[in-house]
């Protein structure tokens, strides 16, 4: 038996990084997973070859919001959890950071989370789970990342207004914050096919070893794994959370 069998699951930003092990690992535990991305061809051979739907989403357009919700309920007839992944990460010192710029950020990551939530909870089975992607930057602050640590703490704010408004239907809603995941977003070689992603993904660790306690950068499956305790049974009693998932980062500065 796996812990998500019989759901309907729709995950954001599906195509690669945390999206892609997400869905992975939620079709491996029984799940009927929804692909939703805007790299339509990535995310189409993902769906191919685990047998899911693909749906292509821009997360910050409502159209797109309604025709995804209409194509899962009409290949499986329900919708049971949302798992709101797809973010866009700038890095720009506050002065620096031009409107145009700020806003593509809420965009994708503030509105797109808002209008998740806003288009599927209707549609959703009483007892149905949503996931929010925040970060480790929606409960502190970092340099550099003005745009896209409001957008997260924001997250956080929509995550516990929806959990009060949506528990007389036992829908639960939790939000994640990674710190840092080796993924395209904090590792740009992957999107290269002439650099060494290895490699470069054993220089983070390197450089993530004087920051973390852990020693090391996150793997997009372990916050995969906590994607799919908050969307099953196991956390049951669980609603309106934020779970820190950044190998002790937040937990301070060790000067030994």
Known sequence: MGKLDGRVVIVTGAARGQGEQEVRLFAAEGAEVVVADVLDDQGAALAKELGALYVHLDVSEESDWRSAVAAARDAHGRIDGLVNNAGILRFNSLVDTPLDEFMQVVRVNQVGCFLGIRTVAPEMGDGGTIVNTASYTGVTGMAAVGAYAATKH??????????????????????????????AMSNPAQLDPAAD???????????YRKLVPLGRIGKPEEVA???????????????????VIDGGWLAGVSIV
């Open 225 to 243: 794994r906590l994607a799919l305790f908050l969307s099953c049974d196991d956390s049951s009693y669980i609603t309106g959370q934020p779970f």
């Open 154 to 183: 924001a997250i956080l704010g929509l995550t516990r207004v929806a959990a009060l408004e949506l528990a007389a239907r036992k829908i639960r809603v939790n939000a994640m914050c990674p710190g840092a995941i080796d993924t």
């Open 197 to 207: 992603a290895e490699e470069a993904s054993r220089g983070l660790d390197r450089f």
